[in-house]
């Protein structure tokens, strides 16, 4: 089992410029996760989700959208990015309290 | 909603010796409070959890207590080891299966 993937590992991108961050899980959970993680901030929910179909605001979910259109998949997508956009992105999953967390994508906002 | 505070921000020991990371959190409805390590370049990775219904849990070299009365909860590891060296998070969890997490502690064990 390949876990929880992320793509892609590093992205730099231009102001303004849009992206979408894949997430996909091979354990059949239910619940699946954006975080982002700066320096000294810890890790910081984005977006959520309790099962296919369905999405929910964390604590800091301006700027970006998701969704889960299958069980196994989670899209984080930047519609505009800006610099302060700039982190490390964490995508995890569980089936209803362990979190599983992917390797992470590296994200530059120029 | 939740807050967790997370004390030190970095740690360093001799190998061998103990290190202690302590939480804090303010919603009593919380009830699971898991331990995440780490390393560089790498996701956080689950070491250990407690319920709030234990004050206490051991693996190994590993141990969480809990005192749910004053709203804290540590992370004990003893002899510890070069390779213990990594970022450690406490979270907490009070429902829908979100967890929010300290801002974690850099432990450094040097030889």
């Known amino acids: 089992n390949a876990g929880v993937t992320q793509t892609p590992k590093f992205r730099v991108l231009k102001t303004g410029q849009s992206m979408t961050l894949l997430c996909a899980q091979d354990m059949n959970h239910e619940y699946m996760y954006w975080y982002r993680q700066d320096p000294g901030m810890g890790l910081r929910l984005i977006h959520y989700?309790?099962?296919?179909?369905?999405?929910a605001k964390g604590e800091v979910p301006d700027g970006y959208n998701v969704s889960r259109l299958k069980k196994q998949n989670f899209l984080l997508g930047l519609e505009s990015a800006a610099p302060s956009q700039t982190s490390v992105y964490f995508c995890a999953s569980s089936s209803g309290n362990e979190q599983f967390f992917g390797p992470g994508t590296r994200l530059t906002v120029l | 909603g939740e807050n967790v505070e997370q004390h030190p921000s970095t740690l360093s020991v001799q190998e061998g010796d103990s290190a202690v990371i302590k939480c804090t959190y303010s919603?009593?409805?919380?009830?699971?409070f898991p331990w995440y390590k780490q390393e560089l370049g790498k996701g956080p990775q689950l070491i250990i959890d407690?319920?709030?219904?234990?004050g206490e849990k051991k693996d190994q070299r590993i141990a969480v207590t809990l005192n749910k009365t004053a709203k804290h909860f540590s992370l004990h590891i003893t002899e510890t080891q070069p390779e213990d060296s990594a970022v450690y998070f406490c979270a907490a969890s009070s429902g829908y299966s979100t967890l929010t997490f300290g801002k974690g502690t850099m432990l450094l064990v040097s030889p």
């Open positions: 919603d009593s409805a919380s009830n699971y």
């Open positions: 407690i319920r709030s219904n234990v």
């Open positions: 989700s309790v099962g296919e179909g369905t999405t």
